[in-house]
Nanobody, 124 residues
């Protein structure tokens, strides 16, 4: 089993920044993909971005490209989502998930461990 804990959410004004963290523990593989998802009330879940742990290769949704950055932390199995130039439409519950590297970075398929999420609210 893998446990994922996301943190760092909060309330921020439009144009501001937040950095989310996702810490993975338990039976983690030496290489995996970690994705960041978000879901707002009444909307479908969206894959915001993903990163492959061993290489650092990343994928971003068009809606966040150029504003959000996913990176690996110095701490083992910690991934960050740096969110800049936040917009009210970025308001959502953000959570992380992991999957095998057999699946493409940009694919929604394969995620089998999910964290509980952290709320991000962007005021206008």
């Amino acid at each position: 089993q893998v446990q994922l804990v996301a943190s760092g959410g909060g309330l921020v004004q439009a144009g501001g920044s937040l950095r989310l963290s996702c810490a993975a523990s338990g039976r983690t593989s030496s290489d995996y993909v970690m994705g960041w998802f978000r879901q707002a009330p009444g909307k479908e879940r969206e894959l915001v971005g993903a990163i492959r742990w061993s290489t650092g290769y990343s994928y971003y949704a068009d809606s966040v490209k150029g504003r959000f950055t996913i990176s690996r932390g110095n701490a083992e199995n910690t991934v960050y989502l740096q969110m800049n130039s936040l917009k009210p439409e970025d308001t959502a519950n953000y959570y992380c998930a992991t999957k095998s590297t057999l699946y493409a970075l940009g694919s929604l398929r394969g995620y089998n461990y999910w964290g509980r999420g952290t709320q991000v609210t962007v005021s206008s």
